[in-house]
């Protein structure tokens, strides 16, 4: 079946603009999740969505990021007045567990979104 | 912050020769699981070991666990060509369903033919 996809895959911005990043999780999975991949980093946690309810978004680094999940499927994270700082890979993925004590916890990530900030 | 620590940071080997990562960890844990990243690809998902368990293996993969001293390792025998990648752990935090995992720096591994 189809993975997680996300797009633009690239996305190149001017300091100040408003960049919207979209992500397709695999149908059916509960659990969302937003990392950001600084270069020569591991991922770090950005938000995370259980359905359309955003339970946890303690690692989002400012008020300028805010994602969204209204429909319990397709989440868009968005970045106003991009600085040059925001520069990474942003990565998206999903789970079909909402319970991980006791069940398999893998997440599926998509390929991310590149986005540059000049 | 990023709890887990991969050792060593950079690893080089010859096709054939065995691979080992290490990954240190802070905070009790459920799960530990190994990623890994290709250049220009997502992560893809290699094996989870579970906090009761001590040895896992699949395929050319063997995971060890040792909570007593928060750590894990991840062996990869019989290196190709293929296995060139970033590899990370990741925990979850014990105390929280449904939380985020939390990655190492991950160890860059380069298979050389």
């Known amino acids: 079946g189809a993975g997680v996809s996300q797009s633009p895959r690239y996305k190149v911005a001017k300091r100040g603009q408003d960049v919207a990043l979209r992500c397709d999780p695999i149908?059916?999975?509960?659990?969302l999740f937003w990392y950001q991949q600084a270069l020569g980093q591991g991922p770090e946690f950005l938000t995370y969505?259980?359905?359309?309810?955003?339970?946890?978004k303690s690692g989002l680094p400012s008020d300028r990021f805010f994602a969204e999940r209204p429909e319990g499927s397709v989440s868009t994270l968005k970045i106003q007045r991009t600085q040059q700082e925001d520069s990474a890979v942003y990565l998206c993925?999903?789970?079909?567990?909402?319970?991980?004590?006791?069940?398999?916890?893998?997440?599926?990530f998509g390929p991310g979104t590149r986005l540059t900030v000049t | 912050s990023q709890q887990g620590e991969e050792d060593p940071q950079a690893l080089s080997i010859q096709e054939g020769e065995n691979a080992t990562m290490n990954c240190s960890y802070k905070?009790?844990?459920?799960?530990l699981q190994w990623y890994r990243q290709n250049s220009g690809r997502g992560l893809v998902h290699l094996i989870l070991i579970r906090s009761n368990e001590r040895e896992k293996h699949s395929g050319r993969l063997r995971v060890t666990l040792d909570t007593s001293k928060k750590s894990s390792s991840l062996l990869i025998t019989a290196s190709r060509a293929a296995d060139t990648a970033s590899y990370f752990c990741?925990?979850?935090?014990?105390?929280?369903?449904?939380?985020?995992?939390?990655f190492g720096k991950g160890t860059t591994l380069s298979v050389s033919s």
């Open positions: 149908s059916g999975h509960v659990s």
């Open positions: 905070t009790s844990i459920n799960n």
């Open positions: 969505f259980q359905n359309e309810a955003q339970l946890d």
């Open positions: 990741a925990t979850d935090a014990a105390n929280q369903a449904g939380t985020a995992l939390i």
């Open positions: 993925a999903s789970s079909l567990s909402q319970e991980m004590r006791f069940s398999s916890y893998e997440q599926y």
